[in-house]
């Protein structure tokens, strides 16, 4: 089918991408230290953190993926609207304003300084290169996705395109130009989904409405274009119908825990001035995120209902784009199905932020696991400043050529689940470390090294070799194994090593005590 170019979609597409190119030329002129390559020189505000979390943490998976999910699996689609949010729950409960007022840059630079190991260090590097290649994986797919049904062109150079100018706006506008990027592009992918939520519900489509339709409808179901659809309501709006109890459990474990051991979200908190200002923007993430996956999974349920109810009056476009990639491009078709070419400009300028987002906040991380923690720290300790803002832009731009070559290996996949297995390796290695770290005295840095070991393998040949196991160690996402797995070994080789740092007593008061005694220290 020849596909017509939506021009007044490109348009909006096209001015927020020169919109952030723009940006990141004027960063430039900011960006003289490491300190503003990394974390933009720890004074960004409330305001704009939380915009900026919301921004990197509302990625492909959460704008595309949740509502997708939700169009394919119905009711088992929202736990990933559950977990992405109760992770952020934890977050803010357990872990942000300490980790702040212990002040590093990254999470390798916490688990050297925390224990005194530079063998952790190494380990925390290799997790953080793990979980963002894994995370970034999804984003490449939304980005090929979203580009083939707005341009017509191959998945393969909407990957490529969309990750050149990625890699080039951190590149050069690193931290400074990253964040002022994705304060503008959260507020975009959040008014895109309310604008189009709003239409949807505005135009007849109650939740309970569409809910008890659905229900009730079973059989197959024509679609313009000689297309059908096989539809059970019965399976779609109960659970347990696309995976059981246990998977269910494992799943919300992975997401629920690997939030808090995402190291470009938790990076994010270095660039708060304080560690009440870090745990603010996360309650202000809370309320924009809350928001955000509550529409999520109605606007996939609308899709659902639009495609079995009103099938006839989608045009052949729209149904085959449905049938073929209703699981990452339910929300642009919706779009244009509810508000023509604008409103499915909206929706994909949408994606694409959400996408530009959390690619450039995983270029960033990515960047100074390997300049920063690797080079800078081991390597090259008495770098000078350009000497360290120039290497990690060379790294940058070599980690865009990896994470586009990812992106052209996972062609196909469906983007809530990769970034869900992402979230298992997060929250398999640095959640783990990162609370034991925190909240016990008796963590030591072996324990902390093999903790991240296990979780790290385990997590992995679970999820890569699931066949060569017993069914009931098979999992879609095999959280609730490798999870407890790296708990305890690190709470036992700690205990038999014994061998606790000497200053725990004074890291200990630093992060669980008053703001003032963190910034005197």
Known sequence: MEQQIPILAVILVAAMVIFSIGVTIFATRLTRTSSDYYIADAGVSVFQNASAITGNYLSAASFLGVAGATFIHGYDGVLYAYGFFIGFVLLLTFIASPLKKFGQ?????????????????????????????????????????????????????????????????????????TTLNQVVQSWVLLSAMFILAALAFGRGAGYANIL????????????????????????????????GFADTMSLLIGLCFGTAGLPHILARFYTNPTGEKAKWSVMVVLLLIGCFYILAPYVGNVGRYIMIEHGSNLTP?????????????????????????????????GAVA???????????TLTSAVAHDLYTSLFNPDATEEEQVKTGKIV??????????????????????????????????????LALGIWWKKATASGALWGMIVGLLSSNILIFFAD???????????AI????????????????????????????????????????A
């Open 317 to 349: 476009r729209m149904a085959e784009s449905l049938v073929e990639g209703g699981q990452n491009l339910v929300v642009p078709i919706m779009g244009d199905y509810y508000g023509g070419e604008a409103l499915l400009g909206i929706t994909i300028a």
């Open 212 to 243: 008890d339709s659905l229900a009730a409808a079973e059989g197959t179901f024509g679609l313009p274009g000689g297309l059908e659809e096989t539809f059970n309501g019965a399976s779609f709006t109960q659970p347990g119908q696309w995976i």
């Open 105 to 177: 840059y990254t999470i390798p630079d916490f688990v050297a300084a925390r224990f005194h190991s530079k063998r952790g260090r190494v380990v925390g590097i290799i997790c953080v290169i793990a979980i963002s290649l894994f995370y970034s994986s999804a984003q490449m797919v939304g980005a090929g996705d979203v580009l083939n049904l707005l341009l017509g062109i191959p998945y393969t150079w909407g990957v490529i395109g969309s990750g050149v100018v990625i890699t080039l706006y951190v590149a050069f506008g690193g931290m400074k130009g």
């Open 481 to 520: 194994i490798s999870l407890p797995l790296a708990f305890i070994v690190n709470i036992v080789v700690s205990l038999v090593d014994g061998k606790i740092p000497a200053d725990v007593n004074e890291f200990m008061e630093l992060v669980h005590g008053p703001e003032d005694a963190a910034e005197e």
């Open 396 to 433: 940058t731009i070599l980690l865009g050529v990896s994470i586009i070559i990812i992106g052209l290996v996972a062609e196909g996949g469906q983007v809530a689940i990769l970034v869900g297995l992402a979230f298992t390796v997060a929250a398999s290695t640095f959640f783990p470390v």
């Open 468 to 478: 060569a196991f017993p069914a009931w160690l098979q999992y879609e996402n095999p």
């Open 354 to 364: 959400a996408i530009l987002a959390t690619i450039s906040g995983l270029l960033i």
